[in-house]
């Protein structure tokens, strides 16, 4: 808590990681929107060869100039790797075990955890990147 009885985001604990993932699940139901949320928020929060997107484009997509529907969005925080497929509308999410680039271990998880994991790791990259801390506050406060 800050001295005004707010909730310091980049304060270690679950209160923080609670109104984290609830942030970031706040557009899950409509994926497409949650997606790129989601993208841009992690673009701003972390280093960016830290965040991999796959994208898909139409014709449509070319010729409007758009970037196209996410397919693919893999975040790297230290040991961990986090993956979110969408496929057909559907999101599947994974937690990879990474030691040194590789893959160790991997294990398929629900949207909702996928999301609880990713605060997570947002979180604790915030207490020691001034950067991080400010995009999560950014994205906790709906700027």
Do not use: F, K
């Not at 993932?21 to 139901?29: K, M, S, T, V």
């Not at 590789?102 to 609880?116: G, I, N, Q």
Request: glycine share 8%; net charge neutral; charged share 30%.
């Amino acid at each position: 808590m800050t001295d005004h009885g707010e909730l310091d985001p980049a304060a270690p604990g679950p209160g923080s990681i609670d109104l984290l993932a609830a942030a970031l699940r706040r557009d899950a139901a409509d994926l497409e929107v949650y997606t790129q949320v989601l993208t841009g928020a992690l673009a701003d929060a972390l280093p960016t060869d830290a965040v991999a997107v796959e994208r898909r484009r139409s014709l449509a997509d070319r010729m409007a100039g758009r970037p196209g529907r996410i397919e693919r969005l893999e975040v790297s925080m230290d040991d961990r790797r986090l993956v979110l497929h969408v496929a057909q509308g559907r999101p599947a999410g994974e937690v990879c075990q990474v030691v040194r680039g590789v893959v160790l271990s991997r294990r398929p998880v629900a949207l909702d955890e996928w999301t609880r994991e990713l605060a997570t790791a947002v979180t604790a990259r915030a207490h020691s990147d001034a950067r991080a801390r400010a995009a999560l506050e950014r994205l906790l406060l709906g700027g």
